[in-house]
């Protein structure tokens, strides 16, 4: 086996010791849409630290997931509750929720809105900046 594989595979034994204090933090929903009885997976919100970071990572559902992975993908109205999950005062959310929206108010008038009423703390706003989705 190669090393990167080694070190893939540890990065993600790493993120799964994660999971029960994520599913607590979480209460068992996804962190973005609020939706339970669904599979959860972690997700690292990049730029990922050298070993992962439970303030760094969230909880999502695999449709959040598979949006992450494949922004272009993010379209509609459906994600209108992000105009609410901006304002968490957990940073990780926001940081997601703000570079969503960012990526839906290319062509969503209302995302386009929340995204200019949105206030982030200094260092959330230039860790969202940071790594566009």
Known sequence: MGKG??????RVQALQGLGKD??????SKCELTGVSGVPLKAYEVPPVSDGPDIDRTLLVSEACMEVLEHPKRL????WQGLAEI????MPAV???AWRMLTQLAKNEDWAREVVEEVFLDEAVEAWAKSDLL
């Open 75 to 78: 379209k509609g109205r459906e």
């Open 5 to 10: 594989y080694e070190t893939h595979q540890a």
């Open 22 to 27: 994520l599913a607590r933090r979480a209460k």
């Open 86 to 89: 901006v304002w968490s005062e």
């Open 94 to 96: 926001q940081v997601v």
